[in-house]
């Protein structure tokens, strides 16, 4: 028997086939890719205290100054109280950001268990993007990850970029570092129990949190940028900080219209050309 199919039928039929074809279809590893190789970035992998992560390379030697951009905290969490079982971000803002800065020395470093896979190794437990995702191990991992391209080129250093939770991780590795000379960070959760507190969430007890060793970052030329329309990371985050480290070094910067997961890569080339120094050195 012959079906016969009238024209809004096929119209809605075609439509469910490209949308499952795009769900197929649609894998942020190879995405993520994609976005990398377009702005002349290499895959790089570390191997970082049992845990291994994921990077994006343009690097042009000699390697004086390297900018690294570290990953905000990709899908955690499929709902409030059901955590995801892989933390690639479907939309990483940080490696977005990575691919529109146009310098000849970029590294971006996804956070542990983001685009590895599938399937997932056995260090890849879902504490490591949940409650743990701001430990010890965790931020020890990330510095390991810098040593490691610092023994490869001795005189480089640092300029640290992160996004989201990844603020967090950037700040704290320029506190423990002394090759960190510029901190950026945008809509970086900066203030983790206060963040936590301000969407009603389970506290973490490991997590290190950026607003704790701020004092350590006062003499570090750095600049915080929140989206006006973040409801996620809302610019008060940035405003404590600043009040935490004092205002000698430390900018901050709301940029009209932007929420948390907006385009910033849009904007992003414009806001890296803002100076960022210390008072009364001359800046």
Not at 35 to 61: C, Y
Not at 216 to 223: D, S
Not at 265 to 283: F, M, S, T
């Amino acid at each position: 028997m012959r079906i016969k199919w009238r024209n809004n039928e096929r119209v809605l039929l075609i439509s469910m086939i490209l949308l499952l074809s795009g769900c197929i279809t649609a894998d942020p590893r190879e995405s993520a890719s994609t976005v990398a190789k377009k702005s002349g970035m290499q895959m790089k992998e570390f191997a970082t205290n049992g845990i291994t992560l994921r990077g994006w390379q343009r690097i042009t030697p000699p390697v004086t100054r390297l900018r690294v951009y570290i990953e905000g905290d990709g899908f955690a969490w499929v709902s409030r109280t059901q955590p995801s079982a892989d933390p690639t971000p479907r939309n990483p803002v940080g490696l977005q950001l990575a691919a529109a800065d146009p310098s000849a020395n970029v590294l971006y470093l996804a956070r542990p268990c983001q685009f590895i896979g599938p399937p997932l190794p056995a260090a890849c437990q879902t504490r490591v993007w949940t409650d743990q995702r701001f430990s010890t191990a965790i931020v020890e991992a990330m510095d390991a990850a810098l040593s490691q391209v610092k023994a490869q080129y001795p005189q480089a250093e640092f300029e640290l970029v992160g996004y989201s939770g990844g603020g967090n991780i950037a700040a704290l590795l320029a506190a423990r570092r002394q090759d960190v000379r510029v901190l950026r960070t945008v809509a970086g959760n900066l203030d983790v129990a206060y963040v936590n507190a301000l969407h009603h969430v389970t506290p973490m007890p490991d997590a290190q949190s950026a607003i704790n060793v701020a004092p350590v970052l006062r003499n570090l030329p750095q600049i915080h940028y929140s989206g006006a329309s973040d409801s996620t990371v809302p610019p008060a985050v940035a405003a404590r900080f600043r009040q935490a480290t004092g205002p000698r070094c430390t900018q901050v910067a709301v940029i009209p219209g932007m929420d948390h997961s907006g385009d910033w890569a849009a904007v992003w080339p414009e806001l890296l050309g803002r100076k960022v120094g210390c008072i009364g050195n001359g800046d």
